[in-house]
């Protein structure tokens, strides 16, 4: 069966520390995505990869980066995690690239920072 | 922008009624999805319907899209306290990646 794996479900962190996200998926997908949620703003793309060690930016990019050294992992890296960044993040990765194809995703890592 | 708008934002029904939700989007498209998402949890892929199709099913689930008035709406029937979750359309043309709206939130009573 799909799997996508966030490594944490939920992760409280102070003002200033550096935050690492990560997700993997067991699919063989060439497409990964990073999306926050957010109530009433729905889910905006943060970043995503077609490949490995492939990135572009999606929606609302600043004050992350993000890591794709193997075709199953992306990670999502909060430099310096801000009271901003308190949010739900879904991890989602696909086989087809754009929409063509449905997205996976994660059961989401919900992050409080304090 | 590709995003699409769901509406109502929520709705309450009782168990067996059915429910109806609502997208609209602004653009032209290749295709449309749907996604559920329980509380808490991530999205899970329901329907794709392409944009030569008109209607799709998928058990309970009845999906239509009109590309003249840029609208789909997903229809649930005959619900059931488990179909309680929020509902969310991506539509989808000539980008890189899908964008979802805010949602609807449906809430089922047994």
């Known amino acids: 069966d799909v799997k996508v794996t966030q490594s944490s479900r939920y992760l409280v962190k102070r003002t200033g520390e550096k935050v690492f996200l990560e997700c993997v998926q067991d699919?063989?997908?060439?497409?990964m995505f990073w999306y926050r949620q957010d109530p009433g703003l729905g889910l905006r793309l943060i970043y995503f990869?077609?490949?490995?060690?492939?990135?572009e930016k999606g929606d609302i990019p600043e004050g992350y980066s993000v890591s794709r050294e193997k075709k199953e992992r992306f990670s999502l890296i909060l430099e310096s995690a801000s009271t901003n960044q308190t949010s739900m993040y879904l991890c989602?990765?696909?086989?087809?690239?754009?929409?063509?194809?449905?997205?996976?995703f994660g059961e989401g890592s919900r992050l409080t920072v304090l | 922008s590709q995003q699409g708008e769901e509406d109502p934002q929520a709705l309450s029904i009782q168990e067996g009624e059915n429910a109806t939700m609502n997208c609209s989007y602004k653009?032209?498209?290749?295709?449309l999805q749907w996604y559920r998402q329980n509380s808490g949890r991530g999205l899970v892929h329901l329907i794709l319907?392409?944009?030569?199709?008109r209607e799709k099913h998928s058990g309970r689930l009845r999906v239509t899209l009109d590309t003249s008035k840029k609208s789909s709406s997903l229809l649930i029937t005959a619900s059931r306290a488990a179909d309680t979750a929020s509902y969310f359309c991506?539509?989808?043309?000539?980008?890189?990646?899908?964008?979802f709206g805010t949602g609807t939130r449906l809430q089922v009573f047994p």
């Open positions: 989602a990765s696909s086989l087809a690239g754009g929409g063509t194809g449905e997205l996976f």
């Open positions: 699919m063989d997908h060439e497409n």
């Open positions: 990869s077609y490949d490995v060690k492939m990135k």
């Open positions: 653009t032209s498209i290749n295709n």
């Open positions: 319907i392409r944009s030569n199709e």
């Open positions: 991506a539509p989808w043309g000539n980008t890189d990646k899908l964008i």
